[in-house]
């Protein structure tokens, strides 16, 4: 027996997504986004790099502004308006008090009921070895959202005018080898393949397929994965931690 994926809590209404690079969100979970905007809730991005050691062939101080203009309108494709980067250098972030700190400040600054971040665990489903940012980010992540709610943990926060924030409800960790809850990726299948088609230049260095066919195909492959466990629909999958 195949344990079956339960729905996504739906009585929320803002989120903040936390992740390391430009594309994470694009490759994990945006099609779950671009459903949520489209029923009105309020999503916001925090990226703790511009991803400038993402493209071999491109100097770090252009690759950062390219990647930056890709990723705000990649955003915008799924209704998000509201992106930040933290500028933690890309490749070497380190999990600590800095990047926990500075999750919790946007924490307090949103106030968001669903905090997303990408898998924090060693591999990807015991075949790919996950990357330190993605686990240094993940694992901030989730310490910053209990870090948000006690003024005693950086309390100099508050002394910037950032009141505590203890209304995060859910963490939501998408592509997470362990997934638990999942939303139904085909209203929002359009909308996450433009939206990933939209960092074409990281796309082209990455691949010498067409970018529209490799972004489908991925996708495609992606999201059909775990409809077993869906009752055979198409999911974006995530491991759902309760607060």
Same mark, same amino acid.
């Given at each position: ?99 926990? @700190?500075? $999750? *919790?400040? #946007?924490?307090?600054? !949103?106030?968001?009921?669903? %905090? ?5 665990? +060693? ?45 995060? @409800?859910? $963490? *939501?960790? #998408?592509?997470?080898? !362990?997934?638990?809850?999942? %939303? ?5 299948? +359009? ?53």
């Amino acid at each position: 027996m195949t344990d079956q994926l339960a729905p996504m809590p739906t009585d929320w209404h803002r989120a903040l997504a936390v992740v390391a690079h430009p594309d994470d969100l694009e490759y994990g979970c945006a099609g779950a986004i671009a459903g949520w905007t489209d029923g009105g809730r309020e999503v916001a991005y925090l990226l703790a790099t511009r991803g400038e050691a993402g493209i071999d062939t491109v100097d770090p101080d252009r690759c950062a502004a390219v990647r930056e203009r890709e990723q705000r309108a990649s955003a915008a494709v799924v209704g998000v308006s509201s992106v930040e980067f933290l500028d933690h250098r890309d490749g070497v972030i380190e999990y600590g008090i800095d990047l926990r @700190r500075d $999750v *919790a400040a #946007a924490i307090r600054r !949103h106030r968001p009921e669903l %905090v997303i971040t990408l898998n924090h665990r +060693e591999t990807f489903g015991g075949v790919y070895w996950n990357t330190p940012d993605h686990v240094a980010v993940g694992r901030a992540t989730l310490d910053a959202a209990a870090d948000a709610g006690n003024r005693w943990i950086f309390p100099e926060l508050a002394e910037q005018g950032l009141e505590p924030w203890g209304g995060v @409800r859910w $963490v *939501a960790v #998408a592509a997470s080898p !362990h997934p638990t809850h999942a %939303v139904d990726a085909g209203p929002g299948f +359009e909308h996450a393949v433009r939206s990933l088609l939209e960092h074409r230049a990281y796309i082209e260095a990455l691949t010498d397929e067409e970018p529209e066919a490799y972004v489908r195909k991925f996708l495609t492959e992606t999201t059909a994965s775990s409809s077993e466990q869906f009752g055979g629909r198409p999911a974006v999958t995530f491991e759902l931690f309760s607060r």
